[in-house]
């Protein structure tokens, strides 16, 4: 496994991100705006970055049919900085896809800061990607 290299990028150009705020006037309806402050991890992206890079497990499968490429996962970043709603965007295989889900689902996760909004938090859409890549 030491010749698998898992690359792990956020790109923040790229990375969606919408919050979700309620209508006071309709209890059922939200609509969906730009945050005035985006969600972040708790000690910064380096730290994600590191625990991606060692806990991002390449499956056996995958690297066996030689599947490289991306898995961007979609998920909603709550009030208290947790995870709902994780859903694949961009499948790569159903190895790499619940590899991806396991690794953010894990509470041992570097925490995220929710998205803020007039001073507020608010739950947020966010997108990420991740890069299954054996080493040449």
Known sequence: MKKILLLFIIVMTTITVKAQVTDTTK?????NTLVRVAPSVVGGLE????YVE????Y???AIK???EGQVVLTFIIERDGSFTNINVAKSLSPETDSAAIRLISDPKAPKWTPGIQ???????????PFFFKKNR
């Open 54 to 57: 060692k806990n991002l497990k």
């Open 27 to 31: 209890a059922d309806t939200q609509k």
């Open 65 to 67: 049919n030689k599947i």
């Open 118 to 128: 007039n001073g507020k938090p608010v739950r947020v859409q966010y997108s990420l």
């Open 59 to 61: 499956p056996k499968a």
């Open 47 to 50: 730290k994600y970055y590191k």
